[in-house]
């Protein structure tokens, strides 16, 4: 394992999806593009990200409420109605790429073991990838970590 690789050669480019969207389209992104992660925005401007595991926390607590242990009643719940009600804003872990209350972030030039060290102290699976003006290049996450060293 080479944890001195750069956090470049291995970050998935940035999917947007903007503040407000609802979790029906969020879901639909996340299928689309085949990803665990999307970079929320307003008017161009990163307001936080959302995973699956937050996507995955809004079925459980938002649209499964009243299964109440009943997993075959799961057939009759109105899910698309559920997610159409609920927000990206409600379910992102907010944050600024500059700011009070940054995002986890890490540079492409940057080794898998930063990356990683990041992770583990911020206590997040998945980090901004910052491009060399600035922006958002892409974001990383455990899964991609793991391939890096597969390969």
């Known amino acids: ?9 291995f970050m998935r480019k940035p999917i947007f999806v903007e503040l407000g969207t ?7 992104l996340m299928a689309k593009e085949k990803t665990d992660v999307l970079v929320v925005r307003q008017k161009g401007k ?6 699956e595991m937050d996507l995955f926390y809004m079925f459980k607590n938002y649209a499964f409420p009243e299964l ?10 109105k899910l698309e109605k559920a997610m159409m009600s609920k927000t990206s804003k409600d379910f992102m872990s907010a944050c600024q790429l ?5 995002c986890l972030m890490v540079g492409e030039e940057d080794t898998l073991e930063n990356a990683i ?5 911020g206590g997040e699976s998945h980090l901004l990838v910052i491009g ?15 391939k890096a060293f597969l390969k």
């Open 1 to 9: 394992m080479d944890l001195n690789l750069q956090v470049g050669k």
């Open 22 to 28: 609802n979790m029906k389209q969020v879901a639909d």
């Open 46 to 51: 990163v307001e936080g990200i959302i995973t």
């Open 68 to 77: 109440a242990g009943q997993p075959e009643d799961i057939k009759d719940i």
């Open 98 to 102: 500059y700011g009070v209350h940054p």
């Open 117 to 121: 060290r990041i992770m583990v102290a």
């Open 132 to 146: 060399p003006k600035g922006d958002v290049a892409g974001t990383v996450s455990p899964s991609d970590i793991i």
